[in-house]
């Protein structure tokens, strides 16, 4: 690779480190070519990426920044997964490491701190961005729901004590 493709490549890792929701760090050891494809593909169905790097030029896309020590994961053969959905990458990642043991996470990066493995699988076991916004509304909603049947339930049982007062008037 000639000068100017590695610049091009630093400036690309740059951007995705700056850019994006998530980073998970992952060592591919032993993954065969079919294996890698099929965790591309399980990302790009939740809209993430997967990217083998080249450790130096992370190193150097990352020096001076805030997520400098990450660096440090950056040793033998090395990929990232990334997306802007901060659980999407760490769950497809994370369900995948448990299928092939030979995809190690090692670490991770969420808007700009620095995850550990654990810190990545407790990620990837939060619900998806869609799905926390939707218990958001189901918990918006289910207040609105409680108060109409506290205020129609006085009215209803108001009407039950004036037909069992009628009854009993009948009745005597």
């Known amino acids: 690779?000639?000068?100017?493709?590695k610049e091009e490549l630093v400036t690309q890792y740059n951007g995705i480190f700056s850019d994006a929701g998530v980073v998970v760090v992952t060592h591919y050891s032993g993954l065969s070519v079919p294996q890698?494809?099929?965790l591309r593909n399980q990302m790009a169905e939740v809209?993430?990426?997967v990217k083998v790097t080249k450790n130096r030029l992370v190193k150097l896309a990352l020096a001076g920044t805030d997520n400098e020590t990450v660096s440090e994961f950056f040793t033998g053969?090395?990929?990232i997964a990334y997306s802007d959905d901060p659980v999407a990458a760490p769950k497809v990642a994370a369900e995948f490491a448990k299928a092939n043991d030979n995809l190690v996470i090692v670490g991770g990066i969420l808007?700009?701190?620095v995850l550990d493995a654990a810190g990545v699988k407790?990620?990837?076991s939060l619900p998806s961005l869609d799905g926390m916004r939707s218990i958001l509304v189901g918990l918006i909603q289910a207040p609105a729901t409680k108060v109409a049947g506290v205020v129609q339930a006085?009215?209803?049982?108001l009407a039950r004590i004036m037909g069992a007062k009628a009854a009993?008037?009948?009745?005597?």
């Open 111 to 113: 808007d700009g701190n």
């Open 77 to 79: 053969p090395t990929a």
């Open 47 to 49: 809209g993430g990426t």
């Open 36 to 38: 890698l494809d099929e």
């Open 154 to 157: 006085p009215a209803s049982q």
């Open 122 to 124: 407790t990620l990837a």
């Open 168 to 172: 009993q008037g009948e009745a005597a």
């Open 1 to 5: 690779m000639d000068r100017a493709g």
